[in-house]
């Protein structure tokens, strides 16, 4: 089963930005559409973006449409989450995932679970 590796996050003022980064421990990278989930303290984990395997799908929570923007290097196994305009209620843990279900934003159809970037906005 892939393994993935968040990184990338951090402290940042509010208005600032961070880029995220997951990284996949084997080739077959490319055979998953990924995306990335969110869990603030004493919350649910919840959808924040989702990216199909070639790049022909994206979806986006609505709060983060027009801010994070999430891509992939297939060839260096590697997903993206470039967050932008960051805004304190962005603080969480973030987490990558994989899916093999076209569309997916339940927790429940992603696998692979990495251990997590803390990414803190302050105010």
């Known amino acids: 089963q892939v393994q993935l590796i968040e990184s990338g996050g951090g402290l940042v003022q509010a208005g600032g930005s961070l880029r995220l980064s997951c990284s996949a421990s084997e080739r077959t990278f490319g055979n998953y559409a990924m995306g990335w989930f969110r869990q603030a303290p004493g919350k649910e984990r919840e959808f924040v973006a989702y990216l199909s395997r070639y790049n022909t799908a994206l979806a986006y929570k609505d709060s983060v449409k027009d801010r994070f923007t999430i891509s992939r290097d297939n060839a260096k196994n590697t997903l993206y989450l470039q967050m932008s305009l960051l805004k304190p209620e962005d603080t969480a843990t973030y987490y990558c995932?994989?899916?093999?279900?076209?569309?997916?934003?339940?927790?429940?159809?992603?696998?692979?679970w990495g251990q997590g970037t803390q990414v803190t906005v302050s105010s």
């Open positions: 995932a994989v899916t093999k279900i076209a569309g997916a934003r339940s927790t429940g159809d992603f696998a692979s």
